[in-house]
């Protein structure tokens, strides 16, 4: 199982920082992923982690003000987002695989937590 928290009200150009947090499963060997919806929109893809944690993807919209980390020993993952914008309002959800972040946007990832609500407004 996943939790997501860390969500809230912020205004533009705030910052907040999510955590994934896993209960029930290792993420050691996971990649662990960010993705976001937006009311009425699709599930877009955020960003990717790389089981070591090394190596991580970005959409084009976040690149640069969104920065994804994990904790292994804590089983945790993290979004720290910066610069937030009122277009990064949406429900934050994390998602986690065994392996890569190779074909991230378009496997169907199929453990997920319930999600956090962002809402970046004046």
Same mark, same amino acid.
């Given at each position: 199982q996943l939790v997501e928290s860390g969500g809230g009200l912020v205004q533009p150009g705030g910052s907040l920082r999510l955590s994934c947090t896993a209960t029930g499963i290792s993420l050691d060997y996971n990649a662990i992923v960010w993705f976001r919806q937006a009311p009425g929109k699709e599930r877009e893809g955020v960003s990717c982690i790389?089981?070591?944690?090394? &190596? *991580? +993807?970005?959409?084009?919209? @976040? &690149? #640069? $003000?969104?920065?994804?980390? $994990?904790?292994? *020993? +804590?089983?945790? *993952?993290?979004?720290?987002? &910066?610069?937030? @914008?009122?277009? %990064?309002? *949406? !429900?934050?959800?994390?998602? !986690? $695989?065994? #392996? #890569?972040? $190779? %074909?991230?946007?378009?496997? +169907?990832?199929?453990?997920?937590?319930? #999600? !956090?609500q962002v809402t970046v407004s004046s």
């Open positions: 790389w089981p070591s944690g090394t &190596n *991580a +993807k970005y959409v084009d919209s @976040v &690149n #640069g $003000r969104f920065t994804i980390s $994990r904790d292994n *020993a +804590k089983n945790t *993952a993290y979004l720290q987002m &910066n610069n937030l @914008v009122p277009e %990064d309002t *949406a !429900t934050y959800f994390c998602g !986690t $695989r065994f #392996g #890569g972040c $190779r %074909d991230w946007l378009t496997y +169907k990832w199929d453990i997920w937590g319930q #999600g !956090t």
